[in-house]
């Protein structure tokens, strides 16, 4: 059940990655965004459905992920790497 809460967090982070760059007053307009994403296997059809079905509706945003797997993608997260944002099964500790 935990792995199920965190990965809702993650989508939360994704989603509110994907409407603070798109709604933020003043922010440059550009014909095509793309943001990626990092992070477990296990939810990356779910998370690409999304992606897809979001751009249907929004075509001028494409979202990537790319399942790296936890460690990876936290890796990647903090060495400024790993693209736009990133989720994983288990949070990054905090001595990381």
Not at 21 to 38: K, N, R, S, Y
Request: net charge negative; with cysteine.
């Amino acid at each position: 059940m935990k792995s199920c809460a965190e990965s809702a967090l993650s989508l939360t982070a994704m989603l509110l990655a994907i409407s603070l760059t798109i709604f933020i007053p003043g922010w440059p307009c550009a014909t095509q965004m793309v943001l990626v994403a990092t992070g477990s296997t296990m939810p990356a059809p779910l998370y690409t459905l999304w992606g897809d079905e979001y751009h249907k509706l929004h075509p001028e945003t494409e979202l990537r992920y790319l399942a790296v797997g936890t460690g990876e993608s936290a890796n990647r997260v903090l060495s400024g790497s790993g693209g736009d944002l990133g989720g994983g099964d288990a949070p990054i500790p905090e001595s990381s």
